[in-house]
């Protein structure tokens, strides 16, 4: 799958937004247009334009992290790894007609 475009929020993981003064300098920044990948960016402080994302980290909280122990870092890593399979090729989307999205994909 080719990617077009990438909207994301304001963060400084992500360059710290449209307006910084050194976007130029930081690496997600400098790699977009190397890609070709448009970018855009989230409402400040409007969680819901950015909807898709924000449900799967409280999909990814419920069912992973809230009341959970894990011994370690890998032990969380791969509990990690082995929900994003679950989520992406088994876990039914209600969004698009309960089928899981890598089944979306290959139709």
Not at 61 to 87: H, P, Q, R, S, T
Request: no cysteine; hydrophobic share 35%; glycine share 6%.
């Amino acid at each position: 799958m080719e990617v077009e475009a990438v909207i994301i929020d304001s963060g400084a993981e992500f360059g710290s937004g449209p307006a910084a003064k050194n976007k130029g300098e930081h690496p997600f920044e400098r790699l977009l247009p190397e890609m070709a990948i448009q970018h855009r960016y989230t409402r400040p402080y409007r969680p819901q334009t950015n909807g898709k994302v924000e449900r799967f980290w409280r999909t990814l909280n419920e069912d992973v992290i809230e009341d959970a122990l894990y011994e370690d870092m890998d032990d969380l890593k791969n509990e990690l790894l082995g929900f994003l399979v679950y989520y992406n090729e088994h876990r039914p989307h209600s969004a698009i007609g309960n089928i899981p999205p890598a089944k979306r994909a290959n139709m």
